[in-house]
Structures are given as structure tokens and as C-alpha cells.
Nanobody
Framework: QVQLVESGGGLVQVGGSLKLSCAASGSIFSINTMGWYRQAPGKQRELVATITSSGGSTNYADSVKGRFTISRDNANNTVYLQMNSLKPDDTAVYYC?????????WGQGTQVTVSS
């Protein structure tokens, strides 16, 4: 089993920055993709960013490209999302995701609120 524990959410002003962390524990398959999704009220859950186990390939939603940066520390089994130039539309619950050929896992979610 795999557990994903998120932290770093909170309240931030427009234009501010926030860094999310997601620490994975358990039986983690070495080849995997980790990512961040978000869900705002009345909206579908959407992909924000992903990163491969090697760290060599990243993918971003168009809405966050150039503002958000995903990274990972495999030694600590942790993935990060650095969020800059935050907008009110970024307000959502952010979920960590781990995907392998053996299955996928979700974190519990952390609230990010951007005030205007």
C-alpha cells in the first residue's frame, strides 16, 4: 500500500507564492509518475502538472505553465509544486497523485485559496 501526505496549502494574496509538498510512503514502485490535480467547486478535477520518476519529463496544464514548477526528491519520496503569480482561479483543493503500472493513489487534498 501507498500513502500520500500533502502539506503547504493555505491562504495567499493574488500574485503571491505557495509551495505544496507531498510525501509518499509504502511500497512505491520505482518507475512511476507523480503529479498534482486540483478541483474547484462546481468543476471537474483537472490535471495541473506531472513528473516522471527520473525527473526528466514534466507536463503542465496550459493555465499554469510558466507560473508553476513541479519537482521531486526521490531520496525522500516527495513531490513538490512551486506556485508563483497566483490567481483567484487557482483556488481549489489540490491533490497529489502517484501512478504506476500497478495502480494509482491519491493524497487527501490540501486547500489553496487565492484572495483578491
Amino acid at each position: 500500500q501507498v500513502q500520500l501526505v500533502e502539506s503547504g496549502g493555505g491562504l495567499v494574496q493574488v500574485g503571491g507564492s505557495l509551495k505544496l509538498s507531498c510525501a509518499a510512503s509504502g511500497s512505491i514502485f520505482s518507475i512511476n509518475t507523480m503529479g498534482w490535480y486540483r478541483q474547484a467547486p462546481g468543476k471537474q478535477r483537472e490535471l495541473v502538472a506531472t513528473i516522471t520518476s527520473s525527473g526528466g519529463s514534466t507536463n503542465y496544464a496550459d493555465s499554469v505553465k510558466g507560473r508553476f514548477t513541479i519537482s521531486r526528491d526521490n531520496a525522500n519520496n516527495t513531490v513538490y509544486l512551486q506556485m508563483n503569480s497566483l490567481k483567484p482561479d487557482d483556488t481549489a483543493v489540490y491533490y497529489c497523485r502517484l501512478t504506476t503500472v500497478l495502480g494509482g493513489y491519491w493524497g487527501q487534498g490540501t486547500q489553496v485559496t487565492v484572495s483578491s
